[in-house]
């Protein structure tokens, strides 16, 4: 597509549950990116892959947190027995290289309640 | 670790007025270094970026940002703001040959007309 879509846009979920987050980048697109952004902070890095596998996964904060990239191109964020505390907005990015900067979709917002 | 300090998290100015948003890092080796901008209801999107060569960037919409190593800084700058220019800028460094990129906490700019 034109550029990185994500979905849902939106999701509540309740604290304990499991939640799967796509991530959708431009074709062509090795590189990709899973930040997340609360409010009032920017983006913090969580993991990046080149093709299929994890290049650098420093950035996810417990095993409760999981991605996969298996075809190199569509991403998944897992996240496991939520916590209020991941709520946030997800934002994923891909690049060609690492001098061109990012190409970042809208996010998914999401509410543990 | 790599680092980003964004000197101002809110600034207010007129229309017409002059911009400068400090940026400073903290990182010894060769850097790539970018200005993103997140309009109010949009995605994050590249403002600008530098790796290497004339220090003085130019980016859309007559921003412009200079890098100073000595300083560990780039600022971006833009001589006359627009009440269009009302937004949030983040600005992000990735190092070492990696592609992981660090961004800092933002400075919300309010441009009054």
């Known amino acids: 597509g034109a550029g990185v879509s994500q979905t849902p846009s939106n999701k509540v979920t309740e604290k304990g549950k499991y939640v799967e987050l796509r991530c959708d980048p431009i074709?062509?697109?090795?590189?990709l990116y899973w930040y997340r952004q609360s409010l009032g902070q920017g983006p913090e890095f969580l993991i990046y892959?080149?093709?299929?596998?994890?290049?650098?996964d420093s950035g996810l904060p417990n095993d409760r947190f999981f991605a996969v990239r298996p075809e190199g191109s569509v991403s998944t964020l897992k996240i496991q027995r939520t916590e209020r505390g991941d709520s946030a907005v997800y934002l994923c990015?891909?690049?060609?290289?690492?001098?061109?900067?990012?190409?970042f979709g809208s996010g998914t917002r999401l509410t543990v309640v | 670790a790599q680092s980003v300090s964004q000197h101002n998290h809110h600034v207010i100015l007129s229309e017409a007025a002059s911009l400068e948003l400090g940026c400073n890092y903290s990182y010894g080796g060769t850097v790539n270094l970018f200005w993103y901008v997140q309009y109010p209801g949009q995605h994050l999107q590249l403002l600008l970026k530098y790796f290497s060569g004339d220090p003085l960037v130019k980016g859309i919409k007559g921003f412009e940002a200079e890098f100073i190593k000595s300083k560990f800084s780039f600022n971006l700058r833009k001589p006359s703001v627009q009440w269009s220019d009302t937004a949030e800028y983040f600005c992000a460094v990735n190092g070492g040959g990696g592609f992981k990129t660090i961004f800092g906490a933002g400075t919300r700019l309010f441009v009054k007309a």
């Open positions: 892959f080149q093709g299929t596998g994890a290049a650098d």
């Open positions: 074709s062509g697109h090795t590189a």
């Open positions: 990015a891909s690049s060609l290289d690492r001098r061109n900067g990012y190409t």
